[in-house]
Structure formats: C-alpha cells, structure tokens
C-alpha cells in the first residue's frame, strides 16, 4: 500500500505562481512512475505532467512550458512547479503513484487562478 498526500494548493492571481507537494509513504520502494492530474468542475480527470523512476518527464500540451515536474527520491515526494498560471489552469490537483500493478492516488489539492 501506497498512500499520498497533496499540499500546497491555494488561490494565486493570473501569471503567479504555485508549488504542489506529493508525499508518499507506505510501501514506497514500489513505486515507479509518479504524476499529477487535475479535474476542473464538469470535467473529467486529466494528465497533467508525469515522472519516472529515472525522471523521464511527459506534459500535457496546455502546461508545456508552465509547469515543472520533478521527484526527490530519498524524500519520496514529487512536485509540481506551476508558473504563468492561467484562470483555466483552476482545478483539483491529484497526485499518482505507480506501484507494479496498481495505482494510489492522493486526495486533491485545490488550485484556483483568478483573473
């Protein structure tokens, strides 16, 4: 068992900028791609960014460029560095794990950008 807790959210104005935190605890030596997602009210979950064991990194289009992704492996926590942030960008965050078989999400952060 993995579990995760998100941090960090908040409300920030247009073009600020957030920090989002992931820490895992549990069985963590299992865990091998980590990654965050985000549901805005009346959508479905998305792919945010994602991260490796080895910090291979994917994006989405729409934060390529904004966001960072990055993981501390002796923390067992992973970040997510958002800059330039958009009104659209509003959200609750989900933080993922990757452990074998199975998938361990987090219980959200919310995100809210005002213009």
């Known amino acids: 068992q993995v579990q995760l807790v998100e941090s960090g959210g908040g409300l920030v104005q247009a073009v600020g900028s957030l920090r989002l935190f992931c820490a895992a605890s549990?069985?963590?030596?299992?865990?091998?791609?980590m990654g965050w997602y985000r549901q805005a009210p009346g959508k479905q979950r998305e792919l945010v960014a994602t991260?490796?064991?080895?910090?291979?990194?994917n994006y989405a289009d729409s934060v390529k460029g904004r966001f960072i992704i990055s993981r501390d492996n002796a923390r067992n926590t992973v970040y997510l560095q958002m800059n330039s942030l958009k009104p659209e960008d509003t959200a609750v965050y989900y933080c993922?794990?990757?452990?074998?078989?199975?998938?361990?999400w987090g219980q959200g952060t919310q995100v809210t950008v005002s213009s």
């Open positions: 993922k794990a990757v452990a074998g078989r199975y998938n361990y």
């Open positions: 991260i490796s064991s080895g910090g291979s990194t």
């Open positions: 549990g069985s963590t030596f299992s865990i091998n791609a």
